[in-house]
Structure formats: C-alpha cells, structure tokens
C-alpha cells in the first residue's frame, strides 16, 4: 500500500515501466529494451531493398536484423534504432516501415547452405521459428534438410549458428564473393565449409560487420531450385 501511494504522489517524475514507451517522444518507433523483440512487417531496409515477409528482430544494445521468411536468408543487419512503424500504423496504414539506421550492411543475395554439393542451387522451404530465450530460432528445409539457424549481432560481427538434424549426404557452407565468414567447426576452403553427412551437426559461422558505414552488396538473382529465375 505504501509503494502505490508512493507511485501516485510521485507519478509525474517517475520513469515509464520498462516495455512502455513515451508516445510524446517515441511516436511510433518500436523500442528494444532489455529483451529481444520480433515485429512481421513488410519492411524497406533501403529506398531498392524491400522485403514483404520481413521477420525483423531487435536485440538489445541497438543491433538488429532482418530474415526473409519468403527465402528463409538473412537480408540485411544494421545498428541503431529498431524500427519506425509510421507507415504501418498511421493514417490508413498497410505500407512497409523503415528501419532506423545509423549503419547497415545487406548481404549478398544467395542462399548459404547446400546439401550434398557445394554448386548445386537448393530448394528450401520456411518452416517458422520458436524462441529460445525470447531469441528466435528459425527453421527451414534444405532440399528436405531440416536447418535450424540462430542469428545473434554485435557491434562487430554478425554470428550464425545452424544446427542439422539429419543429413544422409554432406553439408556446404558456401560463402559470398568477399569471403569474411570463419568457422571454429573448421576452416573454409576457397570459401567453402564442409561438414559430413550425419545426425545432430551443429556449426557457427562468423562474418566481422562494416565500421562507420553503410555498405550493401551486389543483387545476384534468385534461381530455383528448376533453374528457372
């Protein structure tokens, strides 16, 4: 009782509960507080770079990041705010939303992961995430692989970790054209990381992030797995 006659006589001074924000200052700006923050909308992380299915996920610190639930891939990372669902929420709403960026870096275009050989283009399939200490883990299929990556972004690195259920033919990690990924499972040959067929494989991939900057990279056309883009 005491504490709340407390809270009402001091209210006008006292800081907002964590989680809520302060409409006079925040507007629409989603905030990230001590906790991870998944928010689905449709998002522009450039003026050229929309992604529809975006899963957009704010860690905490100022680091967030965006995957593509309609390719299961990482599409962009960036440091500062989360995001500014002006857009989405305001007026008649339904448009993308903006990231709040003071550094973003988008990765090349093309899918990672490779099963059984390093060349062939796969075919994936998003089987949605889960949370594991509210950090959301995302599933996919690597042509009827089931992957599990967790995404974790720092002020200098972006680290992806994937766990393989079971694989009956060998798993490829096949870097992009600036080859910066390094594994402690193993080295990466000509920018490839190869791991044998088996159950229960578990591997991190580490890429240092641009300082200061923002850099986005060469678009590379999505080929399915038919060969028809």
């Not at 991870?36 to 992604?51: C, M």
């Not at 990372?77 to 007026?91: L, Q, R, S, V, Y």
């Not at 009827?144 to 259920?165: C, L």
């Amino acid at each position: 009782i005491d504490a709340l006659w407390a809270v009402l006589h001091h209210q006008k001074s006292l800081p907002f509960p964590e989680g809520l924000a302060n409409t006079r200052s925040a507007g629409t700006q989603v905030v990230v507080g001590n906790e991870p923050v998944v928010f689905r909308v449709a998002t522009k992380l450039t003026s050229s770079l929309q992604v529809d299915r975006a899963i957009n996920v704010g860690l905490p610190g100022g680091n967030n990041y965006t995957f593509d639930a309609a390719t299961a891939r990482l599409r962009g990372t960036w440091k500062g705010g989360f995001i500014n669902a002006t857009p989405a929420w305001n007026g008649r709403g339904g448009k993308p939303v903006n990231v709040v960026t003071e550094a973003l870096f988008v990765p090349v275009n093309h899918f990672p992961l490779r099963i059984g050989s390093p060349t062939a283009e796969p075919k994936v399939r998003f089987l949605g995430y889960f949370l594991e200490d509210k950090h959301p883990v995302f599933r996919y299929e690597v042509d009827g692989v089931e992957v599990r990556e967790r995404i974790e972004v720092t002020d200098k690195e972006v680290i992806r970790g994937f766990s393989v259920a079971d694989s009956s033919k060998a798993v490829f990690f096949v870097d992009d054209e600036d080859r910066k990924y390094a594994s402690p499972t193993g080295a990466l040959e000509k920018g490839i990381l190869r791991l044998p067929a088996g159950k229960n494989l578990a591997f991190e991939l580490r890429r240092p992030l641009p300082q200061g900057k923002t850099t986005v990279k060469a678009s590379l056309p999505w080929v399915a797995a038919s060969g028809k883009q």
